[in-house]
């Protein structure tokens, strides 16, 4: 199982930017999807995740900017972030739980992160 996050860049506050996350390899059944942030010296912190009923979760910081979706069959995630703000700089790490086969545990997946940084 592999997440590819793309997506990420420069972007002056105020502005907009959608990452988007891409699930491939043998996949039984994806339980929910999301995104988390690490910004420099802080620890990595819940965003936003999806799940396969399509309930979603924001964390409060970004309730109102920031909208989690999902297409492809639930393998790809996208997060569109508006309004951002200087304290949204952060690396973004996609993330999965899933179950590779109906033989093997709920696994917790994550792809390599990208770095969205806002400039004030």
């Known amino acids: 199982v592999q997440l590819q996050a793309s997506g990420g860049g420069l972007v002056q506050a105020g502005g907009s930017l959608r990452v988007s996350c891409v699930v491939s390899?043998?996949?039984?059944?994806?339980?929910?999807m999301g995104w988390y942030r690490q910004a420099p010296g802080e620890q990595r912190e819940l965003v936003a995740t999806i799940t396969s009923d399509g309930i979603t979760n924001y964390a409060e910081s970004v309730k109102g900017r920031f909208i989690i979706s999902r297409e492809n069959a639930g393998k790809t995630v996208f997060l569109e972030m508006n309004s951002l703000t200087p304290e949204d700089t952060a690396v973004y790490y996609c993330n999965a739980e899933l179950k590779a086969s109906p033989w093997t545990a709920t696994g917790d997946y994550w792809g390599q992160g990208t770095l969205v940084t806002v400039s004030s």
């Open positions: 390899g043998r996949i039984y059944r994806i339980n929910r």
